[in-house]
């Protein structure tokens, strides 16, 4: 399976804000029906637009924001205009009363359509407009993520909200939620699609700074670690989710173990 090349990439943000037309549209949605990994990435900027939406109160864009987006495009390179005066003829010679006449001037060739290159000269203009608009898309979608993420704990960067969004968009998207001993409940939620999980942790014990919460991938080879989560917090999983691993909950010393030196205080059946 071949990845999209960074170009389409470059475009998922765009297409998740149906900002593209044209060509542009009709080369991503071919790419798109051939390309889980970038139907994930539009599925995953769709899915943190539309929960930034609905879930945070409205704030006014910072007044910076307009300036630097029309100083972006006043950056942007322009074509020469297409319509180009022509050159001045050359002045003719009166012939010579020695030379012999002149041969008859052939027929002046048609001059050549100039539709196909106003045509190129509008391509270009939409692309550059599709990738300031992509660009744009991405870096306000970005400052709204993470004005509204600062509050949240653990292991939570954009590419992990990313992660995030795209589990819960995915069509084949599990999860199951169960007791944690001691208190608290863990939500576990998988894709075997896109080989991620992610747990949420709400209501755990505080355990100091002497212990962690450590999660594992369990298979018939035994337990792996798969990284460390608060008592109230959440993260993606490190490593490869597989479909009928079991993902394990323990409590460990302060940064983690290679190995469980405990027994497990919660575990769901994937």
């Known amino acids: 399976m071949t990845e999209p090349d960074e170009e389409l990439r470059a475009l998922a943000a765009a297409y998740a804000l149906d900002a593209l037309d044209g060509e542009e549209l009709r080369r991503f949605e071919a790419e798109l029906a051939r390309s ?13 637009a539309a929960g930034l939406g609905a879930e945070t109160p409205e704030l006014a864009p910072p007044p910076s924001l307009k300036a630097g987006l029309f100083a972006r495009l006043d950056e942007t390179p322009q074509l020469p205009p297409v319509d180009a005066e022509p050159l001045a003829e050359p002045a ?28 190129l000269a509008a391509r ?42 795209a589990l819960e968009a995915a069509p084949d998207a599990q999860r199951q939620t169960v007791e ?11 894709s075997a699609e896109l080989g991620r999980s992610a747990v949420m942790a709400n209501g755990l014990p505080e355990l100091g700074s002497t212990h962690d919460y450590e999660l594992w991938y369990i298979d018939e080879a035994g337990p792996a670690p798969a990284g460390l989560v608060g008592a109230n917090s959440w993260r993606v999983l490190e490593g490869d989710f ?24 919660a575990a769901v059946q994937t």
Do not use: C, Y
């Open 36 to 48: 889980p990994e970038l139907r994930a990435e539009v599925d995953g900027f769709r899915a943190v």
């Open 92 to 119: 003719a010679f009166p012939a010579s009363a020695s030379e012999p006449d002149a041969a008859p001037e052939p027929d002046a060739a048609p001059e050549p359509d100039a539709a196909p290159v106003d045509e």
């Open 124 to 165: 270009r203009r939409r692309r550059r407009l599709v990738t300031t608009l992509a660009a744009a898309a991405s870096v306000a979608i970005l400052a709204i993520g993470v004005a509204i993420g600062i509050g949240w704990s653990g292991p939570n960067g954009w590419g992990a909200q990313r992660e995030l969004a």
């Open 180 to 190: 944690v001993s001691g208190g608290g409940e863990v939500t576990v939620l998988w």
């Open 242 to 265: 597989v479909d009928g691993m079991v993902v394990g909950l323990t409590v460990e010393p302060a940064g983690g173990s290679e190995q469980p030196t405990t027994e497990p205080i």
